[in-house]
Protein backbone atom coordinates (compact mmCIF):
# COMPACT_ATOMS: atom_id res chain seq x y z
CA UNK A 1 0.00 0.00 0.00
CA UNK A 2 1.24 3.50 -0.31
CA UNK A 3 0.63 6.42 2.05
CA UNK A 4 -1.23 9.28 0.27
CA UNK A 5 -1.15 13.34 1.59
CA UNK A 6 -2.94 15.92 -0.01
CA UNK A 7 -2.81 19.67 -0.22
CA UNK A 8 -3.83 22.64 -2.15
CA UNK A 9 -7.24 22.58 -1.04
CA UNK A 10 -9.18 26.23 -0.33
CA UNK A 11 -11.49 28.59 -0.75
CA UNK A 12 -11.99 30.80 -4.13
CA UNK A 13 -14.28 32.45 -5.83
CA UNK A 14 -16.35 30.90 -9.00
CA UNK A 15 -14.48 30.83 -12.18
CA UNK A 16 -11.10 30.93 -10.54
CA UNK A 17 -8.56 27.85 -10.10
CA UNK A 18 -7.07 25.74 -7.55
CA UNK A 19 -4.18 22.96 -8.05
CA UNK A 20 -4.43 19.89 -5.11
CA UNK A 21 -1.61 17.73 -4.73
CA UNK A 22 -1.03 14.13 -3.78
CA UNK A 23 2.17 13.10 -2.07
CA UNK A 24 2.16 9.49 -1.91
CA UNK A 25 4.79 7.65 0.40
CA UNK A 26 5.43 3.56 0.04
CA UNK A 27 6.77 1.58 -2.68
CA UNK A 28 5.77 1.03 -6.27
CA UNK A 29 3.60 4.42 -6.53
CA UNK A 30 4.31 3.78 -10.42
CA UNK A 31 2.48 0.57 -10.68
CA UNK A 32 -0.96 1.99 -9.16
CA UNK A 33 -4.05 3.54 -10.71
CA UNK A 34 -4.39 7.28 -9.27
CA UNK A 35 -7.89 8.74 -8.52
CA UNK A 36 -9.54 11.48 -7.29
CA UNK A 37 -13.08 11.48 -5.70
CA UNK A 38 -14.85 14.26 -3.98
CA UNK A 39 -17.57 14.45 -1.35
CA UNK A 40 -20.08 17.40 -0.42
CA UNK A 41 -22.14 17.31 2.54
CA UNK A 42 -25.19 14.88 2.81
CA UNK A 43 -23.95 13.57 -0.36
CA UNK A 44 -21.91 9.74 -1.42
CA UNK A 45 -18.35 9.95 -2.24
CA UNK A 46 -18.08 10.72 -6.23
CA UNK A 47 -15.31 9.45 -8.89
CA UNK A 48 -13.90 13.28 -10.74
CA UNK A 49 -10.68 12.17 -12.79
CA UNK A 50 -8.55 9.14 -12.59
CA UNK A 51 -4.82 8.41 -14.49
CA UNK A 52 -3.32 5.38 -15.27
CA UNK A 53 -0.10 4.06 -14.21
CA UNK A 54 1.86 5.55 -16.97
CA UNK A 55 -0.22 8.78 -17.84
CA UNK A 56 -1.21 7.62 -20.92
CA UNK A 57 -5.09 7.20 -20.34
CA UNK A 58 -7.20 10.24 -17.45
CA UNK A 59 -10.89 10.08 -17.53
CA UNK A 60 -13.14 12.37 -16.26
CA UNK A 61 -16.23 12.50 -14.73
CA UNK A 62 -18.51 14.48 -17.55
CA UNK A 63 -19.23 17.78 -15.64
CA UNK A 64 -15.63 18.65 -15.40
CA UNK A 65 -14.13 17.59 -18.61
CA UNK A 66 -12.37 20.50 -20.22
CA UNK A 67 -12.32 22.06 -16.55
CA UNK A 68 -10.00 19.73 -14.64
CA UNK A 69 -6.83 18.03 -15.20
CA UNK A 70 -5.15 15.04 -14.03
CA UNK A 71 -1.49 14.67 -14.26
CA UNK A 72 1.74 12.32 -12.69
CA UNK A 73 4.47 12.47 -11.63
CA UNK A 74 6.34 8.88 -11.10
CA UNK A 75 9.80 10.17 -10.21
CA UNK A 76 8.57 12.46 -7.52
CA UNK A 77 5.34 10.34 -6.36
CA UNK A 78 3.08 12.92 -6.87
CA UNK A 79 -0.83 13.65 -8.55
CA UNK A 80 -2.23 16.74 -9.51
CA UNK A 81 -5.36 18.06 -9.80
CA UNK A 82 -5.75 21.27 -11.66
CA UNK A 83 -8.99 22.77 -11.38
CA UNK A 84 -10.02 25.62 -13.16
CA UNK A 85 -13.26 27.62 -14.22
CA UNK A 86 -14.66 26.61 -10.22
CA UNK A 87 -18.16 26.23 -9.60
CA UNK A 88 -20.09 26.40 -6.45
CA UNK A 89 -21.30 22.93 -7.17
CA UNK A 90 -17.51 22.12 -6.93
CA UNK A 91 -17.63 22.09 -3.66
CA UNK A 92 -16.59 19.51 -1.81
CA UNK A 93 -13.69 17.62 -0.04
CA UNK A 94 -11.17 16.51 -2.72
CA UNK A 95 -9.49 12.44 -1.73
CA UNK A 96 -7.24 11.15 -3.54
CA UNK A 97 -6.88 7.46 -3.86
CA UNK A 98 -4.51 4.72 -5.42
CA UNK A 99 -5.80 1.24 -6.72
CA UNK A 100 -3.01 -1.30 -7.48
CA UNK A 101 -4.59 -1.93 -11.40
CA UNK A 102 -3.03 -1.33 -14.53
CA UNK A 103 -7.15 -0.67 -15.51
CA UNK A 104 -8.96 2.57 -14.66
CA UNK A 105 -11.84 2.53 -12.75
CA UNK A 106 -14.03 4.83 -11.31
CA UNK A 107 -15.71 2.92 -7.74
CA UNK A 108 -14.25 4.01 -4.89
CA UNK A 109 -14.64 0.44 -3.55
CA UNK A 110 -11.81 -0.82 -6.16
CA UNK A 111 -9.40 1.90 -4.89
CA UNK A 112 -6.93 0.11 -1.63
CA UNK A 113 -5.18 3.51 -0.48
CA UNK A 114 -6.95 6.97 0.71
CA UNK A 115 -5.77 10.52 1.81
CA UNK A 116 -7.27 12.37 4.64
CA UNK A 117 -8.89 14.96 1.96
CA UNK A 118 -8.66 18.40 1.22
CA UNK A 119 -11.30 20.91 1.46
CA UNK A 120 -12.55 23.14 -1.44
CA UNK A 121 -14.87 25.55 -1.41
CA UNK A 122 -15.82 27.44 -4.27
CA UNK A 123 -17.88 30.97 -3.37
CA UNK A 124 -20.76 32.29 -5.35
Known amino acids: QVQLVESGGGLVQAGGSLRLSCAASGRFFSNHVMGWFRQAPGKEREFVAAINWSGSIRYYEDSVKGRFTISRDNAENKVYLQMNSLKPEDTAVYYC?????????????????WGQGTQVTVSD
Open 97 to 113: AADWARSITTQPLEYDS
